[in-house]
């Protein structure tokens, strides 16, 4: 999915709310949108959803999208159950296979037992969860999430965490918005922030987010070829010499820095992988 000099204001002689925005999330990419209040996050995912259209700009997108807004419609006349079957049916399932899926995904977030109570019935956490179902029940290629984890209960939060790294771990693109920068943090590809200008810049991730200890990963290049500008975890870089780079990364990424260089380009070797000198 990709947005090109994007911006955004709504009706002429509005502000700027987005204004010559490039934003790109590959297959397999997980990436997170912060910024201040009212800053233009959610109006960046409904321009990349397509509810919104761009002032200015092209957004594309690899096929349909699959989208949890921030605030979800319960006011639908269907049950739980029935509304999952729609949206299923609507993304080309099977009656059979999105049955079957609603009734999974209901599972998951425990609340099987509300199948049958109408929307309008539910209580917001609930709501929020079939908000949730209703955008995953489809595996899509592109799955968009505005603070989607705002109103679930803990063990809820850990099913959509997990469903999202799933998502891009089986080659779905993943753009969210969260307050929280602990937020999928290991597997987070990128940040950006939404500035007051209207702007989109990468954050550079600190290299210890949550001050625990940092992690240093040496590999060697064989060919010499330089390693991907983003990388998990936005790691500092040291040379080493020859074609052996040191890379610095906090514990809570060096997981996923660890698999992304290996299964990426260019090929490396790792040398080593420690604990920073000095830390405890
Ligand atoms: N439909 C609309 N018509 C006019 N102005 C709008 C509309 N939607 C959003 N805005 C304005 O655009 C700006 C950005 O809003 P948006 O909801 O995208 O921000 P946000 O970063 O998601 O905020 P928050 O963190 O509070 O959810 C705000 O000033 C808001 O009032």
């Known amino acids: 999915m990709e947005l090109t000099a994007v911006g955004k204001r709504y009706g002429r002689g509005g502000r700027w709310i987005l204004r010559g925005v490039h934003l790109a999330v590959g297959p397999g990419e997980l990436v997170r949108i912060a910024g201040a209040n009212g800053s233009g996050k959610s109006t960046l995912l409904r321009l990349a959803a397509g509810i919104e259209r761009p002032s200015t700009g092209r957004v594309a997108r690899p096929g349909p999208v699959a989208y949890v807004p921030e605030r979800f419609p319960p006011a639908l006349p269907f049950d739980a159950a029935s509304y999952l079957l729609r949206v299923g049916r609507v993304h080309g ?34 709501c929020q969860k079939v908000a949730v179902a209703q955008a995953l029940i489809a595996e899509p290629r592109v799955l968009l999430l505005d603070e989607a984890w705002t109103g679930l209960d803990p063990q809820a939060r850990a099913v959509l965490d997990e469903a999202a790294a799933e998502r891009a771990a089986r080659g779905g693109a993943v753009l969210f ?100 000198e000095g830390e405890r």
């Open 93 to 126: 399932l099977s009656a059979e296979a999105a049955r079957r899926r609603a009734g999974w995904w209901l599972e998951r977030f425990g609340i099987a037992d509300r199948a049958g109570t109408p929307l309008s019935r539910l209580s917001k956490g609930t």
């Open 177 to 276: 918005v969260d307050h929280d920068p602990t937020r999928l943090a290991g597997r987070t590809g990128a940040v950006y922030r939404v500035g007051a200008d209207g702007g989109l810049r990468a954050v550079e991730q600190e290299a210890r987010p949550e001050g625990g200890p940092v992690m240093e990963i040496e590999v060697d290049v064989p060919d010499g070829s330089p390693l991907p500008e983003r990388l998990p975890g936005a790691p500092e870089r040291a040379a080493l010499g020859g074609t052996a780079v040191r890379l610095a990364v906090s514990r809570a990424h060096s997981d996923a820095l660890l698999r992304s260089l290996l299964v990426g380009r260019p090929a490396v070797r790792v040398l080593a992988v420690r604990r920073r």
